[in-house]
C-alpha cells in the first residue's frame, strides 16, 4: 500500500488541484462528508512553563493538554466553504 503523505508530496501540483476539484465538487454535490475527514489524533502535551522547576514534577490530569491534528485536506475543504 502506498502512503498517502508520500504520494501527495510527488505526485504534480496540477494534478493534486484537478482531483482536489473533483472531490471537494462531489462533496458539496451530494453534501456527504467522508467519515475520515472527521478522524484526527490527540496527543498529550505536557505543560510546562520554562524556568518553573515545580511544575515538571506535577502528577495528574492538570499537567497536560490534548492537542488534536486534523487531515490537512479537511481543514482546506473547510477554508473553501466557510469562506
Known sequence: MVCPKKTLLT?????????????FSMIYLHRFVPDDFGRGITVLVL?????D?????ITGCNCYRPVTTSPVIWKLFHFLFTV
Open 11 to 23: 505526485v504534480r501540483p496540477d494534478i493534486i488541484v484537478v482531483r482536489l476539484n473533483v472531490l
Open 53 to 57: 522547576v515545580s511544575s515538571v514534577h
Open 47 to 51: 505543560k510546562y512553563k520554562v524556568g
